[in-house]
């Protein structure tokens, strides 16, 4: 896809909105979830930055990566509450948060209460497992915002995003902007 870059002392504003149809594109149409799907823009692309735009709807859900040099997120949920974030090169970030595997010390209390004859137990302890889990993902969804909101990534040479999702049929790495 060609996409204009631009030397790093010219100036340059951008809107996503206004941005040309072939920097312009989508993430997550190969998701079979249709909550996947993420409208994208790359507002800004040369030798040094990559600035991407996502328009993010509440309850989309986000497709697990990495980037190889990090990436800088800019998210607007209104012009007034603004956040900074920084994921260190190689981090997985973003999809839907791994299932909680039990501590050593609950495998342990397993096996003693299932060698002790007391599954009943045991299977409250599970349920009660099961539900902190719940607990721990409703509190999280209570603190997302409400509305849409626009995020705008900042990604470094040499702008390699691995997609390593089980959504995906196959981890594959992408090199500058991220369109599926």
């Known amino acids: 896809m060609p996409i204009e870059q631009r030397e790093i002392t010219t100036p340059k504003r951008a809107n996503p909105y206004t941005v040309p149809p072939d920097q312009q594109g989508w993430r997550g149409l190969g998701v079979a979830n249709a909550s996947a799907k ?15 735009g996502l328009l993010l709807i509440p309850g989309e859900r986000s497709i697990r990566h990495s980037h190889e040099t990090g990436e800088l997120s800019i998210t607007f949920s209104d012009s007034l509450h603004p956040s900074v974030g920084y994921t260190p090169g190689g981090l997985l970030h973003g999809g839907e948060p ?55 990534d900042i990604l470094f040479p040499p702008f390699e995003t691995t997609i390593d999702d089980p959504v995906y049929l196959e981890k594959r790495t992408i090199v500058g902007p991220w369109y599926d």
């Open 38 to 52: 993420r409208r994208a823009y790359t507002l800004f692309w040369n030798e040094q930055v990559l600035v991407c």
């Open 98 to 152: 791994s299932a909680a595997q039990p501590s050593e010390g609950a495998a342990l209390l397993t096996e003693v209460l299932v060698a002790a004859g007391m599954p009943e137990l045991n299977r409250l302890l599970e349920q009660m497992l099961e539900e902190q889990r719940q607990l721990r993902q409703t509190i999280e969804e209570l603190k997302a915002p409400v509305g849409p909101r626009m995020l705008i």
